[in-house]
T-cell receptor, first 116, second 115 residues
Framework: GDSVTQMEGPVTLSEEAFLTINCTYT??????LFWYVQYPGEGLQLLLK?????DKGSNKGFEATYRKETTSFHLEKGSVQVSDSAVYFC???????????????FGTGTRLLVSP | NAGVTQTPKFRILKIGQSMTLQCTQD?????MYWYRQDPGMGLKLIYY???????DKGEVPNGYNVSRSTTEDFPLRLELAAPSQTSVYFC??????????????FGPGTRLTVT
């Protein structure tokens, strides 16, 4: 089935450093791709998404580009803040052909720790 | 707007006990979901519902049951709790199918320990 692979964490950075969190996927069709973020003690929140190849999703200074040729959706931010410390999940949409239901398939998550 | 609320926040169960995890959303979303999150793993879909009275199994439904009698509520029932059900449980909702680009809104989670 479809799957998502994320880089293992934790990723430890100093404030204002450049962030990249790698995400690659395996899919038989053309899924939508997502980044969700989980702050400590909270549920997941949608950070950004891209629904077709070459789309760029962006939000709160984070960006990710849907690269079909490399099956990747890497998350980047030019200058991280302490408040960006969280767990980041890459996800894709997976269509169940027998029911027509599109579920989300999540990666294992990457913890980001930003120090002052 | 409270969004998605879950109760309880924490619970410790003994093996063989039963409990219901409550989930309520006030956004009039048709789709609701239950996930479990194990340490170092991504979220796994347990059950989902596409509207009141309609539910279906996800990837890991064994040991759980759900019902959806109203648009707002989607309780998850654990019968005969086992240590393998120790996890963090998240409820989520969306206006339409989460996979087709519609955002899923998550509750804060219930941390369950079975001993």
């Amino acid at each position: 089935g479809d799957s998502v692979t994320q880089m293992e964490g934790p990723v430890t950075l100093s404030e204002e450093a450049f962030l990249t969190i790698n995400c690659t996927y395996t899919a038989t069709g053309y899924p939508s791709l997502f980044w969700y973020v989980q702050y400590p003690g909270e549920g997941l929140q949608l950070l950004l998404k891209a629904t077709k190849a070459d789309d760029k999703g962006s939000n709160k200074g984070f960006e990710a580009t849907y690269r079909k040729e490399t099956t990747s959706f890497h998350l980047e931010k030019g200058s991280v803040q302490v408040s960006d410390s969280a767990v980041y999940f890459c996800a894709l949409s997976d269509l169940a052909r027998n029911t027509g239901f599109q579920k989300l398939v999540f990666g294992t998550g990457t913890r980001l720790l930003v120090s002052p | 707007n409270a969004g998605v609320t879950q109760t309880p926040k924490f619970r410790i169960l003994k093996i063989g006990q039963s409990m219901t995890l409550q989930c309520t959303q006030d956004m009039n979303h048709n789709y609701m979901y239950w996930y479990r999150q194990d340490p170092g793993m991504g979220l796994k879909l347990i059950y989902y519902s596409v509207g009141a009275g309609i539910t279906d199994k996800g990837e890991v439904p064994n040991g759980y049951n759900v019902s959806r009698s109203t648009t707002e509520d989607f309780p998850l029932r654990l019968e005969l709790a086992a240590p393998s059900q120790t996890s963090v449980y998240f409820c989520a909702s969306s206006y339409s199918q989460g996979g087709s680009g519609y955002e899923q809104y998550f509750g804060p989670g219930t941390r369950l320990t079975v001993t």
